[in-house]
């Protein structure tokens, strides 16, 4: 891009006209400067004392190591000086209330993916931002089409922050030599129809018949009846999988599947899949549980659980029209109902 637009310019012209365009514009600001520090620790590593080794246990029950908890109390403080009333962390069992008078709450993963920082594989920060309702904790458990905001960064070869706000998606990537974010691309769009697809192939065996079905739809290709030979990615990292569907397009899944722990997805609604799946609708593509539309969900407990496909509007599509016409029976093996005719014919 010929002009140069630094974050805080583009939230000086983009939030203001936006309903609490700029209480939301201040605290993606504070969470931006928050992740500043955050890629410098993340960049030290061992140098600054972070080992990865395990903390302990966070409310939810996944391992929580020390690099988690020093996020957390880094985005934390940031927070703490920017108008929101309250916020729900990962790291926490429930929402901490910080100003009852301020307009907005905040939902956040503050390091998402840090078993990957062992193998130097990018991780990020996820962020869902809400107008304050009548009812400050009751906000949280409202459908994520309640959202004004959402957005991710990925700490990876570059810190890059990917930011949902007034209807767009604009993406950002830090200079780190005057410490700012630099808009990099505007109103970015998922490609309609991509071929390719992201799921851990190896819970095959686990996932129901819908799922199954599709994928086993990509694999064949051209060879089995198809329009098109899809590829298979799989970064395991939420962040850099969304950063990537962003710039190529396809389809990424994380879907419920039989084993203990995964029934009702492994994801969690609030901050990572409602602000995801913001991201993706307003940049054109479509997010799914395989059978409910994600933004509409409320969530029944702060770290609830769901299955994720999202991406490119046609795959998120064809998953879910599975969904529909697989009879529950078929659930846990293998349907035969597409095994005449291709899904992508």
Request: glycine share 10%.
């Amino acid at each position: 891009m010929d002009e140069r637009v630094t974050l805080r310019s583009h939230l000086d012209q983009s939030a203001s006209p936006a309903p609490h365009g700029v209480a939301a514009g201040e605290v993606i600001e504070a969470i931006a400067m928050a992740a500043i520090d955050l890629a410098s620790l993340i960049g030290d590593g061992p140098l600054a004392g972070i080992t990865g080794r395990n903390g302990g246990i966070n409310p939810d029950g996944d391992i929580q190591r020390d690099i988690d908890v020093a996020a957390d109390d880094m985005m934390r403080r940031a927070l703490r000086n920017a108008p929101v009333a309250a916020i729900l962390s990962e790291e926490a069992a429930l929402p901490e209330t910080l100003n009852a008078e301020a307009p907005l709450c905040v939902a956040f993963d503050p390091l998402d993916g840090s078993a990957n920082l062992e193998n130097n594989i990018s991780v990020g920060t996820i962020f869902s931002v809400r107008p304050r309702g009548n009812d400050i904790l009751s906000t949280f458990f409202e459908p994520g089409t309640a959202q004004c905001a959402a957005g991710f960064i990925v700490y990876g070869p570059q810190t890059t922050l990917v930011l949902a706000l007034g209807g767009r998606v604009d993406i950002f990537i830090l200079d780190r030599r005057v410490r700012e974010f630099v808009l990099t691309a505007r109103s970015v769009r998922v490609a309609p129809d991509t071929p390719e697809f992201a799921i851990n192939a190896s819970n095959r065996r686990h996932w129901h018949g819908p799922v199954r079905t599709y994928i086993d739809e990509c694999l064949a290709g051209t060879g089995g009846g198809g329009a098109a030979d899809f590829n298979m990615r799989w970064i395991g990292s939420l962040v850099a999988e969304s950063l990537r569907i962003l710039v190529r397009g396809g389809v990424f899944l994380y879907p419920a599947d039989a084993r203990p722990g995964y029934r009702e997805g492994r994801l969690r609604l609030l901050y990572e899949a409602h602000p995801m799946a913001l991201v993706m609708e307003w940049a054109g593509g479509a997010a799914s549980t395989g059978r409910r539309r994600i933004l509409e969900l409320g969530a029944k407990s702060p770290h609830q659980r769901v299955p994720l496909i999202m991406g490119s509007a046609r795959g998120v599509r064809d998953v879910a029209a599975i969904h529909e016409v697989i009879e529950p029976m078929f659930d846990n093996s293998d349907a035969p109902l597409f095994a005449r005719r291709g899904l992508f014919l």
